[in-house]
């Protein structure tokens, strides 16, 4: 029937069977030549076929093919049992049934070794040769060799009587006898008589007692035409015993075949072994993140967590010195360059010792080894297959004795794995026979150096004899060098868990010790509580035009709590005055002493939010816990600032702007205020109810955070449009949290709206605060500051604060007098200062342009008094005042540069 088979009398057959063809495309056909009713598309189909894409989501065929890889790799492939044919049933075949034969072969079969031995069997019985063998190529490029795979292989030998494990193969150097020249030239070789040719090793015959006559030796090439294998076929059983040339013809055709097999098994088995070995690594990696609270703890998990993968009879782990140091010195990165230059900076002024300087030295004293004596193991792990997985920890005088301790030195000195066997052990060791003190004997290791994140050596690995018998090869080596990396990260991971459980309990004590410093103590308290409160009116407290100069510091802290009290909220809230003294001083005492942004700045700015709410009459739109959180946020809106503004902050990457990505400083003034809210004694809302307490802490954060002028500007044009609507009520959650926000700016920049003899000495000491932080960034930044913070352009300072009022203050000065009319004096405030910045900035442009006499604007020193000011003097106060600049500002003056002052910044 075959015989008749060609293509015009198949396309003669499908012409006169039309539905036979429609019937085979409906069930075999590809999706793109077959539609969804079963028909076939028509090649002349004028319509344009867009092409399938291939279902993913369903895997049809990826989802058997995973199956059987899932089975095999769990020893489930149930295989199809298949009656082997006999020699009469080969016989008998014809050359195309016999070839299809072995095509289902190679198609069915997984297995390298089954496949293997089934060709061998069938071209020992096609060619009618007593038995055969299969060499496989091993080792690298530069050092191959043949290892006996199958050997002897007969027409009714089993595989497992053929088959050769890595304890009992042969290896066949390349060139070496009749394989090894098969191998190197790739070359047939079919021998009439073994014992004629020299390349024959008789010994074999003489130990089997089996008597070799004829052998056909052909190389197996893979797709390349590279040597992957050998194989050979011994004694023709008929004849005269030699093959022929049409044996050498059948031999050739298998080993094609056998060439696609071993190829494609080999890679199936690869991907096996890969996939083992990568379930090992990633529950190895499981492990590394289980345990990471003892590095001792750990090495162990991981050498007991990789026995399946490791397969030796010892494994053993050493650990140097480094890797064992403690302190957080394996910190790395921006992280711990923050936390040693600032942290510990702080932890040791909190202490009043120097941090860690023995630690520094020892850093700086660790030099690389020269010899092996410098290397020096802290702790050692072994591991023994035979003990069940017992793991041993050596002692340190039994480390130093140990012979293969001394090789683990030898890798840390060098740097690079070491694979030796016993010969090569006595070699480069001197004659080390390879017992251990123990008993144990050494004949084969693998060492591989474990490097930490800065590839420095902190410990080695070494495998010992191989639980079959051979040395170790590439793949072992492979496989330690995984293992090796997984556990210098497990020893990173761990270092890093304990310096951060170190760092955090260092940090506690430091905030402990902060927290005291930071705390007012119980005798400023009693002698605060003692005071007498001064009354509000008597002090100026309801006014906009209220002048903090003349108070001491501590007048102002009384006037503080004068301001609660007279605004109920001590009654109301269930305050204790003892908390609310000693909150108030715990407030002023972390203001830093800077030059404006101080508490005295906080003061004037809850003063005028007290001012705002009762002589305003703003009091109306607000209950009483949201009174408490916009005086309680105006008091600590600057908490612990540094004298310089966000910008700055981002620029040298502090690590306040490595905490808040937006409002830096702002975010730091608000959990600054939570923190001495947190503080023993300091809490004022502790009356409150939990619902209470939710609401006021979110009111103080969107409060503090409101001061940032980034937000301002943002929330301004909002705010804008309520007024020109009319809007009166302010009812609605963000209505009224619009309007707290623009109070909250109002406040901060109202010194802009004192009289002009506060206004001109606030304006001074914003000078200089901006004039340091400007000189910082030309020194420290090398960077041209902005104008307003040019000490060069100091001049140009009227100019500037035109431009301030104009931006900033008169926007919203000028809504709130729309709004309320009982505002207005805040307006009028601004207008006038802008009118006396407006005049100088008009003296200091003629001056530039030379339209004024050099005499008429010489500085005026107006060291005026107090009383020339129309304000009360205390002149017996030895308390610090604020500040008062050595430059006055008068019509027809410059400003002549002030004292340098400490660094601080206004917005």
């Keep these: 029937m075959t015989e008749n088979l060609n293509p015009t009398n198949v396309e003669n057959y499908l012409i006169k069977n039309p539905e036979f063809l429609k019937s085979y495309l409906s069930k075999h056909g590809a999706p793109d030549i077959t539609h969804k009713d079963g028909s076939h598309s028509e090649p002349s189909s004028p319509e344009i076929k867009i092409k399938r894409l291939p279902n993913f989501t369903s895997g049809r065929g990826n989802s058997i093919t995973t199956s059987i890889f899932k089975k095999y790799v769990e020893g489930n492939l149930e295989r199809i049992k298949k009656t082997s044919k006999d020699r009469n049933q080969l016989l008998s075949m014809s050359e195309d049934e016999v070839f299809m034969e072995l095509i289902r072969d190679i198609a069915t079969e997984l297995d390298v070794n089954v496949l293997c031995h089934k060709i061998l069997k069938n071209v020992s019985i096609l060619t009618r040769s007593d038995r055969g063998s299969l060499f496989l190529v091993r080792g690298s490029k530069g050092n191959r060799y043949l290892v006996s795979k199958l050997f002897d292989v007969t027409e009714v030998s089993t595989i497992s009587e053929s088959l050769h494990t890595e304890e009992t193969e042969i290896k066949v150097p390349f060139g070496k006898g009749i394989a090894g020249f098969v191998a190197e030239s790739k070359d047939t070789v079919n021998i009439k008589d073994a014992y004629e040719d020299p390349r024959f090793n008789k010994d074999v015959d003489l130990k089997t007692g089996y008597r070799t006559h004829s052998i056909l030796c052909m190389p197996i090439l893979n797709y390349e035409g590279e040597v992957i294998g050998v194989a050979q076929i011994i004694n023709k059983v008929t004849g005269n015993h030699e093959f022929t040339k049409q044996d050498e013809d059948v031999f050739r055709k298998y080993l094609i075949f056998c060439g696609i097999g071993i190829t494609n098994a080999q890679l199936f088995e690869l991907s096996v072994q890969e996939y083992k070995r990568n379930q090992l690594l990633l529950n190895l990696a499981r492990g590394i993140f289980e345990e990471q609270t003892s590095l001792e703890r750990l090495i162990q998990k991981v050498m007991l967590d990789s026995q399946d993968m490791l397969k030796c009879e010892r494994c053993t782990v050493y650990l140097t010195e480094e890797s064992m140091s403690k302190g957080g010195k394996n910190l790395t990165g921006m992280f711990a360059k923050i936390l040693k230059k600032q942290f510990y900076k702080l932890l040791a002024l909190a202490v009043h010792q120097d941090p860690h300087p023995e630690e520094d030295s020892n850093v700086q004293a660790k030099a690389k080894p020269t010899s092996t004596k410098d290397v020096l193991f802290s702790m050692a792990f072994d591991l023994y297959a035979k003990d069940g997985g017992n793991i041993r920890v050596p002692s340190a005088a039994e480390v130093a004795k140990s012979r293969n301790a001394e090789i683990a030195r030898h890798v840390v000195l060098k740097g690079t794995p070491l694979n030796v066997s016993e010969i090569q052990i006595d070699a480069m060791f001197g004659k080390i026979r390879g017992f251990e003190d123990d008993g144990f004997k050494t004949k084969n290791m693998l060492c591989m150096p474990i490097f930490n994140n800065e590839k420095k050596i902190i410990g080695v690995t070494l495998l010992v004899n191989k639980l079959n018998g051979v040395p170790f090869n590439e793949n072992d080596a492979n496989i330690i060098e995984a293992f090796s990396i997984f556990t210098g990260l497990g020893i990173h991971n761990c270092q890093m868990y304990e310096n951060a459980c170190r760092l955090m309990a260092k940090q506690t004590v430091a ?221 609605e959650p963000y209505k009224k949290d619009l309007l707290k926000a623009m109070m909250m700016t109002a406040c901060d920049v109202a010194a802009i709206t004192k009289p002009w003899e506060i206004q001109e000495k606030v304006a001074q000491l914003v000078a200089n605060e901006f004039f340091e932080q400007g000189d910082k960034e030309r020194t420290e930044l090398g960077e041209t500051p902005m104008a307003m913070m040019d000490r060069e352009k100091k001049d140009e300072l009227p100019k500037m604060q035109v431009g301030f009022i104009d931006a900033i203050c008169l926007p919203i000065y000028k809504m709130f007098a729309e709004m309320n009319q009982s505002l207005r004096p805040l307006y009028d405030g601004v207008m006038d200062n802008k009118k006396h910045w407006q005049e100088l900035a008009e003296v200091h442009e003629r001056k530039t342009t030379g339209k004024i006499n050099d005499e008429d604007s010489e500085p005026v020193q107006r060291n005026r008094s107090p009383e020339q000011n129309g304000l009360p003097q205390k002149s017996d106060s030895k308390e610090h005042k604020r500040k008062e600049p050595e430059v006055q500002f008068e019509k027809k003056v410059k400003i002549v540069e002030p004292k340098k002052t400490k660094v601080c910044v206004l917005l």
């Excluded at 407030?587 to 709410?613: E, G, S």
């Design 511 to 731: 905030l402990e010790v902060l927290s005291y410093h930071a705390t007012a103590q119980q005798e400023e308290t009693d002698k605060l509580m003692a005071s007498e409160f001064p009354p509000g009116k008597d002090i100026g407290l309801y006014t906009f035009e209220f002048n903090d100069i003349p108070l001491d510091e501590l007048e102002t802290v009384k006037c503080t709590i004068t301001m609660f009290q007279e605004a109920n909220l001590l009654a109301e809230f269930k305050i204790p005055l003892e908390v609310m003294c000693r909150w108030t001083l715990s407030v002023k005492k972390n203001y830093r002493p800077v030059t404006y942004h101080n508490w005295r700045h906080a003061f004037n700015v809850t003063q005028t939010m007290f001012t705002i709410l009762y002589t305003g009459g703003l009091i109306k739109k607000f209950e009483g816990l949201e009174v408490l959180g916009l005086l309680v946020a105006c008091l600590c809106h600057d908490l612990d600032h540094r004298g310089t503004n966000n910008a700055f902050q981002v620029k040298v990457a502090s690590p306040l702007a490595m905490l808040y990505s937006t409002s830096v400083m702002e975010h730091h003034h608000f959990d600054h205020c939570i923190m001495i809210l947190n503080s023993e004694g300091n809490n004022i809302f502790q009356s409150l109810s939990p619902a209470q307490y939710r609401n006021i802490i979110k009111m103080l954060e969107h409060a503090i955070l409101s001061t940032d002028l980034a937000l301002y500007f943002k929330k301004r044009g909002d705010f804008q449009k309520l007024v020109q609507e009319g809007e009166t009520e302010y009812i």
